[in-house]
């Protein structure tokens, strides 16, 4: 829901003005799209890190020292996927009376993949099992999604003007 949000306050202030704006600048619309998922992954980024001391201090996981170093990177890509899935479907909601309850409704089936993979890397290394195959499901959605807006943004910029 936190990235959600992030995706949503990120689109709000593209207005038809702003747009135009954009486009007489001559911003390409895949750029708009990335350093927007840059700046909410980012901010996602650190609220998971924030989440995820919160839960270390109130539930004291037992991991082996050298797993929580881990972590990091399931955490850098759960962030990616999740604020490129939410900024995608930020942008194909653009201008719609039903955005603020379409966009979760999009979003939500869509990340499964993401919660999937992140929960059961946690798990794995909590038994200290491998955790290659979650991390590769971690990339393969965030690359996926990213690849999926870069692709479709000017597209999208051109049926919501």
Known sequence: LFGMQIALRLS?????????????LGVDPAARFIGRCMSGTLLMFGFLVVLWLSVAMLYDPVMPAGARWVLIPVTVLYAVGTTALATLAGDLTT???????????????????LVVA????????????????WIL???????????AGVSIARALEETTR
């Open 12 to 24: 709000a202030g593209d207005t038809s003005a702003r747009k135009d704006m954009y486009a007489l």
């Open 95 to 113: 201008g719609m009376r039903n955005r603020s309850s379409l966009a979760p409704l999009l979003v939500a089936p869509l990340s499964i993949p």
């Open 118 to 133: 992140a929960s059961q890397a946690w798990d794995s290394i909590d038994r200290g099992a491998v955790i290659l195959t």
């Open 137 to 147: 499901v971690l990339i393969a959605s965030a690359l996926g999604l990213v690849v």
